[in-house]
């Protein structure tokens, strides 16, 4: 158990009327194991991932046509502070192949794959737009056979544009890659790329735009990998040394009860008393106060005389 995770006791209140999935969150993610804490997805006909329980290693793409596939532990894990390694190689690296470190809270869960080849398991075509994973954040692993490869971050299921080669490291290498993820709260995430044959490195930061747990719409979240390969030259993805140590923390600021990440008017006025969505009761003009406007929007309606 992470000696940083800790709850407060308002939470147990909160269980049971708002949000029961906030009420537990688990211990940290060591490994991969036996797999059988994960949840292992395939959108294809193609041959099924290989596991290795020995060196808690899976074979997400198997060089199959059009692959996509994913892998989600089975219980959410807290997400307002976290770092999360593992390692990735791949072989026969082509365009259109690649893979994604994913955090989300899908409608589908640990169950969540998005479509093949350039979408990498976690985008989606406008042809299949369900298959986007969505209330999510991506860390990409974007292949290449002659030019560098990249990786970038990505959010709601949606790929493209921002990602920054990773030279001198080549993901496609076939050497062992260590990515090291950190993210402190705030706006920001690093990742740290090493490849841990030829010790290169390279670290980049990308701006999120917004909190991590406001994108993913929660303090907990699914957490994993997805990968694809594509129509032409296909790739063989490998994952391992898989950790995740989060710390869940549930800022509520203006002191209502109800967590920043789902409160609609998370800066309401102290001591007003509120709805189930933090939103002051008597705001019948929906910003987040309640003043004269209210009053003149129930004075207009008044239709008396009882
Ligand atoms: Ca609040
Ligand atoms: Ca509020
Ligand atoms: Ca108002
Ligand atoms: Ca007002």
Request: proline share 6%; hydrophobic share 25%; charged share 20%.
């Given at each position: 158990m992470n000696p940083l995770h800790f709850e407060k006791s308002f939470l147990i209140v909160l269980a049971v009327t708002?949000?029961?999935?906030?009420s537990s969150v688990s211990g940290d993610i060591i490994?991969?194991?036996?797999?059988?804490a994960f949840e292992i997805n395939v959108a294809d006909s193609g041959s099924l991932p290989t596991t290795d329980s020995m060196s808690e290693?899976?074979?997400?793409?198997?060089?199959?046509?059009l692959e996509a596939r994913s892998i989600f532990h089975k219980v959410p894990q807290p997400v307002s502070q976290f770092e999360a390694r593992f390692r990735y190689r791949a072989g026969n690296a082509a365009p259109l192949n690649g893979a994604c470190f994913v955090i989300q809270n899908d409608?589908?869960?640990?169950d969540a794959v998005g479509d093949n080849a350039i979408n990498l398991g976690y985008s989606c075509p406008l042809s299949n737009p369900s298959a986007c994973v969505i209330n999510s954040v991506a860390v990409s692993i974007e292949l290449d056979s002659l030019l560098p490869s990249k990786s970038g971050v990505y959010t709601n299921g949606s790929l493209g544009g921002g990602a920054q080669a990773t030279s001198p490291v080549n993901?496609?290498?076939e050497n062992e890659i260590e990515f090291l993820i950190r993210y402190n709260g705030g706006t920001e995430i690093e990742i740290e790329i090493t490849d841990?044959?030829?010790?290169e490195n390279i670290t980049n930061v990308f701006q999120l735009g917004n909190s991590l747990p406001t994108i993913v719409a929660g303090n907990t979240a699914f957490v994993g990998f997805t990968a694809s390969t594509s129509g032409g030259i296909r790739s063989n993805q490998f994952f391992s040394a898989f950790e995740f140590i989060g710390e869940y923390i549930d800022t509520?600021?203006?002191?209502?009860?109800?967590?920043d990440v789902i409160?609609?008017?998370?800066?309401?006025?102290?001591g007003a008393v509120v709805d189930q969505s933090g939103r002051p009761l008597g705001d019948v003009d929906s910003d987040c106060d309640v003043d004269l406007a209210d009053f003149a929007v129930i004075a207009n309606n008044f239709s008396g005389p009882n």
């Open positions: 708002i949000s029961s999935s906030n490994g991969f194991g036996d797999f059988t290693s899976i074979q997400l793409t198997n060089q199959g046509f409608p589908r869960g640990a993901l496609g290498s841990t044959v030829t010790l509520d600021s203006d002191d209502d009860g109800v967590p409160d609609d008017c998370p800066e309401s006025a102290t």
